[in-house]
């Protein structure tokens, strides 16, 4: 029976991390799995633990080559000229067609979004370590209050 519950987890994890390989989100994959999105999540963490390191860096550039892809994707839709169309008719400023800056606005998010990924995908963000030293003194103070009326 331990054998077959193994068989199962095993199989779980491999479906959660071929999922997510192909950009699946977790709420899709625990749709999948017949699990939460949190416990799709701990499913694909588990799965990772136990990838040999060499896997590891392969999937990490792999998925740098996947973002790589979308950033040049987002910066194409950046570079390029939008105008403004309303009701399929092109909005025209003084006689040119006014510039649209909603699909330029939103690649400049996307962009950053995909910088973020890479930064997380890489431990580029790691917290910085902080030291903390303290003296063992405790001082009080009480505020707003009169001490005088107090004794």
């Given at each position: 029976?331990?054998?077959?519950?193994?068989?199962?987890?095993?199989?779980?994890?491999?479906?959660?991390?071929?999922?997510r390989r192909?950009?699946?989100?977790?709420e899709d994959i625990g749709d999948a799995?017949?699990?939460t999105k949190q416990r799709a999540h701990q499913i694909y963490?588990?799965?990772?633990?136990?990838?040999p390191a060499q896997e590891?860096?392969?999937?990490?550039?792999?998925?740098?080559e996947r973002l790589d892809e979308m950033l040049r994707k987002a910066y194409e839709v950046l570079e390029r000229k939008h105008i403004t169309v309303n009701n399929g008719k092109v909005i025209y400023l003084d006689d040119e067609p006014m510039e649209?800056?909603?699909?330029?606005l939103m690649a400049i998010k996307t962009i950053l979004q995909i910088e973020e990924r890479r930064a997380k995908l890489l431990g580029l963000d790691?917290?910085?370590?902080?030291?903390?030293?303290?003296?063992?003194?405790?001082?009080?103070?009480?505020?707003?209050?009169?001490?005088?009326?107090?004794?």
């Amino acid at each position: 029976m331990a054998r077959r519950a193994t068989e199962e987890t095993q199989e779980r994890r491999a479906e959660a991390v071929r999922l997510r390989r192909r950009g699946v989100s977790f709420e899709d994959i625990g749709d999948a799995l017949g699990v939460t999105k949190q416990r799709a999540h701990q499913i694909y963490r588990a799965a990772l633990a136990e990838i040999p390191a060499q896997e590891v860096a392969e999937y990490r550039a792999e998925q740098a080559e996947r973002l790589d892809e979308m950033l040049r994707k987002a910066y194409e839709v950046l570079e390029r000229k939008h105008i403004t169309v309303n009701n399929g008719k092109v909005i025209y400023l003084d006689d040119e067609p006014m510039e649209d800056d909603a699909p330029t606005l939103m690649a400049i998010k996307t962009i950053l979004q995909i910088e973020e990924r890479r930064a997380k995908l890489l431990g580029l963000d790691a917290p910085a370590r902080q030291q903390v030293e303290v003296d063992g003194s405790l001082r009080y103070e009480i505020v707003g209050v009169d001490l005088d009326q107090l004794k």
